[in-house]
């Protein structure tokens, strides 16, 4: 069985063609100005740098991970490197280039609240990535739930719409971290999250699959699990995905109605709506950005993302 992209049911309305102004967010955010894409694309480039460097487990042991997130923590938090008798590392001094452009930014364009969500997103990612790879050391199949516990915050999708609010220069009339702190909000980012991350999961186990860490990926461990076939696998997870898209479009209305409700202009309603196109475009842009991507395709064998990503039994 293989998958077209037509079988992820996005509204229309969701769509955009990707922006062409820079190479690592077009897909992302397509409707933001070069200097917001510079927030955004540093935080991507940060994002993959710190990713590969703590999945490096041949190479680095659980004791220099630990070391790895505290101090880059600390530089979130203070401002200050953990060790200044010591050089700081090539990634720590990223680290400390994206919070002092951050805390610029927060001061120029008045984001101190968002600024501060957004450093909590990204520890928040940051410590997520050990765990998720120390699952995958277990004997027996990981269940579906501790994986999309982890998941949500693990595929990034959470830090992904923060730093796109904290670089929004049209939402004038709305208190950004105020809707995100709202509880409906907070549903519409974790589907928003389950979603993004089975796409990934998708675009990504046959090239887990071919360097043998295919072991928490759902299309492998819900076939041992649920002692189903691939494809049956396959159509579940589709299903799955779609779901997340009509609950996050019902979110969305009983929020806006909620804020109707509590007396929100027409005007701040539309700025609303202008924080729901942010979510929107990095769903839609996700599929796009996997599809030609190394971190999902298999290098040496051309586009492997759905079509040709066919049946791989147990």
Partial sequence: MSVSYKEFKYPECWKRNPNSNNQNTRYFYPTIDNEQLTICGTFMIWTFIIDDFLEDDENITSEIQNEILKSHEHIFLTGQYLNSDVEPKPCEKLTMLLQNKYKEWAI??????????????LIQ???????LNRISDSSKPIHMDLYTFIRKVNCGF???SAVVL???KEINDVDISKIWLNPIFSRILENSSVHVGLVNDCASYKRE???GVHTVNPLYFLQINGNLSYDNILTLIINKCNQTINQIIKDEKLLLKQLKEQIYTENQLNEVNIIFNYIHFIMQGNIGFSSCSKRYNC??????IFEKNRSYYI
């Fill in 108 to 121: 120029k364009y008045n984001k101190l609240d968002m600024y501060n969500i957004l450093i909590t997103t």
């Fill in 125 to 131: 990612w940051m410590y997520s990535v050990y765990p």
């Fill in 158 to 160: 959470t830090p992904s």
């Fill in 166 to 168: 904290f670089s929004d």
């Fill in 209 to 211: 699959f071919n360097f």
């Fill in 299 to 304: 290098i040496n064998d051309g586009k492997t």
